[in-house]
């Protein structure tokens, strides 16, 4: 049957409607966002520069690390998307004067989308489109993967043993993203919550 | 087939773009022989039987260049490593 839930984010219930939804959607919104790149032979400055200023280690392994209001999301050597919770504050201002000479830091706020995912099926959702081994003995709490999506470039990693993941999508290509995994849910019932601010 | 990403793990090939042999390296520009030198390095292919040492880029993980050890013959990955530690080690020599 057709449905409209199937062709655009909207809070309710999508494919099957019997039971405890087999995943369970929410998109966090109010995030800023920058890529962050050390600079030949920088990767080890750029890290400890973070860690004194953030208390976070930018990872040098697939991982994120969090610190009291900022994450850092692996995103190949020497390369991280710095996460934050929005502010009236410059994101891209408060990074470049801690990265300094050791990294090139760009503001990418409103770039992504990013959805967290949940639910008891959430697991064989994202195994219709993502070709990465997510079983807890290949990926974890903390890990992250860049990686395809439906055959989108996407960030994936997980935020709960439960287990919960977080997507990080471009913008542009959301729709793309979302005709894929509202279909890829819709057989185990699909709970779209009202999107919420981003927390660490 | 895998390929063995040595920042993201195994990875489908799918995620990665072939850009072929790794063992050729760009001639002098200001060489007496630079035209002859230049078609042979960007025209000029062998077709090896067996192991060869290709490039790859993993345009859909972490946007790394890798020299991947592929046999031709059946697809059989040994091993890659960051084209990096390749082509600096060139430089240093
Ligand atoms: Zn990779």
Redo the contacts with the bound molecule.
């Keep these: 049957m057709a449905d409209a839930l199937h062709f655009t984010y909207s809070p309710g219930r999508l494919g099957r409607r019997e039971g405890a939804p087999g995943l369970v959607l929410q998109e966090l919104t109010q995030f800023a966002l920058a890529s962050v790149i050390a600079r030949k032979g920088q990767a080890a400055q750029a890290v400890g520069a973070a860690q004194r200023a953030f208390g976070a280690s930018p990872p040098t392994t697939p991982t994120i690390a969090a610190g009291s209001d900022i994450a850092f999301v692996w995103s ?1 050597p020497g390369h991280w998307l710095a996460l934050g919770p929005q502010s009236t504050e410059s994101f891209e201002a408060r990074l470049g004067t801690v990265f300094g000479t050791h990294a090139s830091v760009f503001d990418q706020s409103g770039s992504r989308v990013l959805l967290e995912l949940r639910g008891p099926r959430v697991r064989d959702v994202l195994a219709k489109g993502v070709s990465i081994d997510l079983h807890p003995r290949a990926f974890r709490t903390g890990d992250v993967a ?1 990686t395809t999506a439906s055959h989108l470039a996407v960030h994936l990693w997980q935020v709960a043993d439960e287990p919960v993941y977080r997507l990080l999508v471009v913008r542009t290509w959301f729709d793309s993203l979302w005709r894929w995994l509202a279909a890829s849910a819709a057989e185990y019932g699909c709970e779209v919550m009202a999107p919420t601010p981003y927390t660490l | 087939m895998r390929i063995p ?5 195994p ?1 489908t090939h799918e ?1 990665f773009t072939y850009y072929g042999d790794a063992t050729v390296r760009r001639p002098s520009a200001t060489g007496p022989d630079a035209e002859a030198a230049f078609y042979d390095y960007v025209y000029t292919r062998d077709n090896p039987c067996g192991l060869h040492r290709e490039l790859w880029f ?1 345009q859909g ?4 260049w ?1 020299v991947v050890e592929r046999d031709t013959r059946n697809h059989d990955i040994k091993g890659a490593v960051p084209a990096r530690s390749v082509f600096s080690a060139d430089d240093a020599t």
Excluded: Q, S, T
């Design positions: 190949g860049v | 990403c040595p920042h993201c793990g990875r995620e993993h993980g972490c946007h790394e890798l």
